[in-house]
């Protein structure tokens, strides 16, 4: 399994950009479709977004609709989630996870329980 690095998170004011990457090493991410997930104290992870293996289907809750982008750039086994118009309710740990698939098989996933390899994560704070 690879081993996956978030990086890009830390504190923004309300209406910013932050852009957040997950990085694989250990193996090759066009082999796995990816999800981004956030998690604050008391609270289960959800998911974010979530990205096929080649990238052309993707899935964003309707809190992020229209505000985030999820990417991928498979030649440098990064994945992005560029987060627009931040929100105070965008503050969280967020996390990326990915799940090996088979060369025919092009989902996304949108349950943690359908991956395999996680991040450590990466804190979004955003304030007002």
């Known amino acids: 399994q690879v081993q996956l690095t978030e990086s890009g998170g830390g504190f923004a004011q309300v209406g910013d950009s932050l852009n957040v990457a997950c990085t694989a090493s250990?193996?090759?991410?066009?082999?796995?479709?990816v999800g981004w997930f956030r998690q604050g104290p008391g609270n289960e992870r959800s998911v974010v977004a979530a990205?096929?293996?080649?990238?052309?289907?993707?899935y964003y809750i309707d809190f992020v609709q229209c505000r985030f982008t999820i990417s991928r750039d498979n030649a440098e086994d990064t994945v992005y989630l560029q987060m627009n118009s931040l929100k105070p309710e965008d503050t969280d740990k967020y996390y990326c996870?990915?799940?090996?698939?088979?060369?025919?098989?092009?989902?996304?996933?949108?349950?943690?329980?359908?991956?395999?390899?996680w991040g450590q994560g990466t804190q979004v704070t955003v304030s007002s």
């Open positions: 996870a990915a799940r090996q698939i088979n060369f025919f098989t092009n989902n996304y996933y949108r349950s943690e329980l359908d991956y395999n390899s």
């Open positions: 250990g193996g090759t991410l066009s082999s796995y479709a």
């Open positions: 990205i096929s293996r080649n990238g052309i289907r993707t």
